[in-house]
């Protein structure tokens, strides 16, 4: 069941950068682009460019909910280092989002049973995922394979979405989703009471391992 909570949501595990403004159910505007390496530079720029577009006030936000990873090291350390200053500014909790899940929510109305990120050379995170109430969830931990590991399993495809993997071989097989902040803030509120962190001083990004440097 989703809250009527206002929620800031970042989005930086890859080499996207975005921010959104969401109310319950509703993404109100997001300010999402490819900036690769720049994540630094342009997020503090995309955080007030998203506050004229809406007229949102921090001191009414209800939490800052970030994208936890598996990604890149680098990109998650500044997401969740900037969604800490604001959140430690007014005493706000931190939603910690699977990142798996926040792109397989991207396809909700496709049902995926399992996620595939690229994370360097030839090495993938990959995860089962299960559905409830329209939501994604997984009991089981994020594996970490060779792209020759998931063509040599030979299980049945139809349900296997891939993210930045389109280089790979066979991948064209694959259901795609895409980096998004409004996912990450979507599944956030529809996950408020589950997943806040309501004193977020020692959380940490999920970096999984082994990361990527970038």
């Keep these: 069941m989703s809250s ?9 595990s890859s080499s996207i950068c975005g921010v959104s403004y969401i109310e319950g159910d509703r993404c109100i505007a997001s300010v999402d682009y490819d900036s690769s390496k720049k994540h630094t530079e342009v997020l503090p720029e995309y955080y007030n460019r998203l506050k004229k577009i ?16 598996p990604g890149s090291f680098t990109g998650l350390r500044i ?7 604001l959140a430690f500014s007014k005493g706000l909790p931190i939603i910690p989002v699977p990142t798996m899940m926040s792109l397989a929510y991207e396809i909700k109305e496709m049902t995926p049973k399992r996620g595939l990120i690229f994370s360097h050379a030839n090495t993938i995170f990959s995860q089962m995922i299960k559905w409830k109430n329209n ?7 994020i594996m970490i394979l060779t792209w020759e590991n998931f063509l040599d399993e030979n299980e049945n495809r139809d349900k296997v ?3 930045n993997c ?13 980096y998004s902040s409004s996912s990450v803030g979507l599944y956030a509120s529809k996950n ?9 001083f020692s959380l940490v990004s999920n970096y999984v391992a082994p990361f990527r440097l970038s």
Excluded: H, R, W
Aim: net charge positive; glycine share 6%; hydrophobic share 35%.
């Design 4 to 12: 009527n909570k206002k929620i800031l949501s970042i989005e930086t």
């Design 54 to 69: 809406t007229g949102f006030k921090l001191n009414c936000i209800d939490a800052i909910a970030v994208s936890n990873g």
């Design 79 to 85: 997401g969740l280092s900037f969604a800490k200053g």
């Design 135 to 141: 939501l994604p969830y997984s009991d089981d931990p």
């Design 161 to 163: 979405f891939q993210c």
């Design 166 to 178: 389109e280089l790979k071989e066979n991948s064209q097989d694959l259901m795609k989703t895409k």
């Design 192 to 200: 408020f009471e589950k997943l806040k962190v309501n004193k977020p």
